[in-house]
């Protein structure tokens, strides 16, 4: 797997070490790690390593930045990176706006307390979010509003194979004096300041000690230092108190060390210099205070004081440096913690688990609102996605009136509805709809409705990838559009035109469809009543069509006159299929007297029409639903095609019989005839019974 790590800079810090720390673990076992950074002191580990980095600025707070985004866009596409994780929030917005136009997932790992405001926002948006203690997690929930289920809980770990451990640290009492060491950048959050002032505090107790300070100072915080040596010269202390500056030697330092002082004044995340600590096996007191509480344990493996209390701060540090078995005992219990819950291997093998989860259990959001036929048609769609994504979670958005269509699909974990007429405006139906889809986190959608209110709810939505066709005034809003679209293509393959470029290149267009047994059971008890033979040709007459489209309708008269010869010829049982708006038709084939025509029109319910429909032996059809849905139960079909193309439409499979009239208009496309008197629809009822009957025939046979 590719992994490309991003972060403001490379210089000496804890989120920076735990970076390079990462990419060099994940690089031993067998992972490929890339490092995106503005550079810094630690590239040089990368180098060794022989793991990649790319410099880019990242680390800037301005609008200009901006313009890396195509630059990181093209890094991922070309070295196909897998998933790129941000470590801050600068790099997350760019990292977040890249992976939109690649097939990359997004990882962020949250280091820090961040301000509750719109730039922080982006730290929640990764497809998991992993968070360093409990108390970070608890914010990013409280504060940010993250689903509990995508937050990982990872412990900073460290390399034990870098901090030797000394067992016999604290047995004899130096001969030199005791070394108190304070790790951390120079700026007022670390509270440098009230450390000074305790160990001032100290030395009028105890003075056998020197303190020694490390870390450097950004350019903004440089007046600060100052301030920080001018307190230090003030109280007399420049004797004891040195300022180190940035080091790469922490480990040598700290196994020199007596004693580790945090003392930061706001929650800390972590406090990854607690467990180089305990691995070297040095004395800790710290604040209490945010992460620092999921390491330290009041006592049992260090000790802790209320932050900016001095008094409390120096007593606490008095105590250790006295009473050196405690220090050791402490430090002991604080190694074997570290040991369990807070090494490198075990950090590396949650991480690489969450990226593991990241590619493989992927959240889809399929959009088919259409008509029931075109639903019935996106049924391989389902299937080759189910296919690519094994491990996806996929949900399909629908209206209400077709989720007992779909309830049986196996290809689909769930399905989520949409009412058009439920709200009074359009504006207020998508709002809402985006709003609720919105808290599912989906990774990606795949358009296979195409319209510019389904890309806009996609949009809405927050839906990172998002795939279809770029039609209308907003199909801008996708992701990943297929712009050059062939609609001369039969209509699985149509959309499979979307699904190839969501990484699905397996093309299959098998059609089905699945029935309920309650409903078999119910179709066939009506059958029996109405005088139903099993020994008997079974053939079905969809003598209607959509209300919006009445040119598709074949002559009602026609079908009388093929339902008598079809009877008197080969004994067959019509059943009558249509909807409530076609009830009326059925008295037409009264003048028939026959007990071998059924009536069905606008008495089935979905489930009931699929099982209605799935025990036909032929079936006459326009181009509608019912003819796909005899296709997916491997009827066979005789269609017949007026206004419309049947390349385009035909659902696939080689046995059936299509019927059209190449007139100089068809296909139109008209749902209103422009010819009148006796050329009106001539594209069907050019269509006699004659060549109808020889068809059905054939398929009977």
Aim: charged residues 25%.
């Amino acid at each position: 797997m590719k992994i490309a790590q991003i972060l403001p800079e490379l210089n000496v810090g804890g989120v920076e070490t735990g970076t390079v720390d990462l990419a060099k673990a994940l690089k031993k076992r067998g992972d490929e790690p890339y490092v995106i950074s503005n550079g810094g002191s630690l590239v040089e580990e990368l180098v060794k390593f022989g793991i990649p980095h790319l410099e880019l600025p990242v680390h800037q707070k301005s609008i200009t930045s901006l313009a890396l985004i195509n630059k990181i866009a093209s890094f991922l596409e070309r070295e196909r990176i897998d998933i790129i994780h941000a470590r801050s929030r600068v790099p997350a917005w760019l990292a977040y706006m890249a992976v939109r136009r690649t097939h990359c997932d997004f990882v962020t790992t949250c280091h820090g307390y961040y301000s509750k405001h719109f730039f922080s926002r982006v730290m929640g948006w990764g497809k998991r979010v992993i968070v360093i203690s409990h108390s970070i997690g608890r914010r990013m929930i409280d504060d940010f509003q993250v689903p509990p289920e995508r937050i990982t809980l990872i412990h900073r770990g460290v390399d034990l194979e870098q901090y030797k451990f000394q067992s016999d640290k604290y047995d004899e009492r130096p001969q030199d004096r005791l070394k108190i060491i304070n790790i951390g950048r120079i700026t007022p959050i670390k509270g440098h300041t009230e450390f000074i002032r305790a160990v001032h505090l100290l030395s009028k107790r105890f003075s056998n000690f020197e303190v020694w300070i490390v870390g450097a100072a950004d350019q903004s915080k440089e007046g600060y230092f100052e301030d920080l040596k001018m307190i230090v010269s003030r109280l007399g202390m420049s004797d004891k108190i040195k300022f180190l500056g940035a080091r790469k030697d922490v480990p040598q330092l700290l196994s020199q060390a007596d004693l580790l002082v945090l003392s930061t004044k706001i929650p800390e995340a972590f406090g990854r210099v607690l467990i180089e600590a305990g691995a070297v096996g040095t004395a800790v007191c710290a604040s209490r205070i945010g992460g620092i509480l999921d390491v330290i344990e009041d006592q049992k493996n260090g000790l802790l004081f209320s932050p900016q209390n001095m008094e409390e701060m120096a007593m606490s540090m008095e105590r250790l440096l006295r009473n050196r078995a405690l220090s050791k005992k402490y430090a002991h219990a604080l190694h074997e913690k570290v040991v369990q819950y807070f090494n490198l291997d075990q950090m590396v093998t949650k991480t690489q688990q969450v990226y593991e989860e990241v590619r493989q259990q992927k959240k889809i959001l399929i959009t088919k609102l259409g008509a029931m036929g075109d639903l019935v048609l996106a049924v391989p769609s389902f299937r080759m996605i189910r296919q690519r994504y094994p491990k996806a979670h996929i949900s399909l958005l629908v209206e209400p009136k077709f989720v007992s269509m779909m309830q049986s699909n196996p290809y689909l974990d769930e399905i989520v509805t949409f009412d058009r007429r439920k709200h009074r405006t359009k504006w207020q139906r998508l709002l809402k709809v985006a709003k609720r889809l919105g808290k599912y986190n989906y990774d990606m959608s795949i358009d296979l409705q195409n319209n510019w209110k389904t890309h806009l709810i996609s949009f809405l939505a927050r839906i990172p990838k998002r795939f279809g066709f770029r039609r209308g005034w907003l199909g801008f809003l996708l992701t990943h559009p297929v712009v050059a679209r062939d609609d001369r293509l039969p209509p699985v393959q149509h959309q499979y035109q979307i699904l190839r470029r969501a990484g699905i290149n397996q093309f299959d267009d098998t059609m089905e469809l699945w029935t309920n047994p309650q409903a078999d059971e119910v179709i066939l008890e009506r059958l029996r009543k109405q005088g139903y033979h099993a020994s008997k040709p079974v053939v079905g007459f969809v003598v209607g069509a959509s209300p919006n489209w009445q040119t598709k309708r074949w002559p009602l008269e026609r079908f009388v006159e093929l339902a008598d010869r079809l009877i008197k010829k080969a004994n067959c049982q019509i059943i009558l299929i249509g909807a409530d708006d076609d009830q009326e038709l059925s008295k037409h084939f009264d003048q028939l007297e026959s007990k071998n025509v059924f009536n069905f029109l606008g008495k089935t319910s979905m489930l009931e029409l699929l099982s209605l429909i799935k025990r036909l032996d032929v079936m006459i059809t326009g181009d509608t639903a019912p003819l796909h849905i005899g296709n997916a139960f491997g009827v066979k079909l005789v269609a017949l095609f007026g206004p419309t193309e049947p390349k385009r439409h035909m659902p696939p499979g080689d046995e059936h019989i299509v019927l059209v009239k190449r007139i100089t208009c068809q296909p139109c496309y008209r749902r209103v005839c422009k010819y009148k008197e006796k050329d009106v629809l001539k594209c069907l009822t050019d269509i006699s019974v004659e060549e109808v009957l020889e068809s059905m025939e054939r398929q009977l046979r």
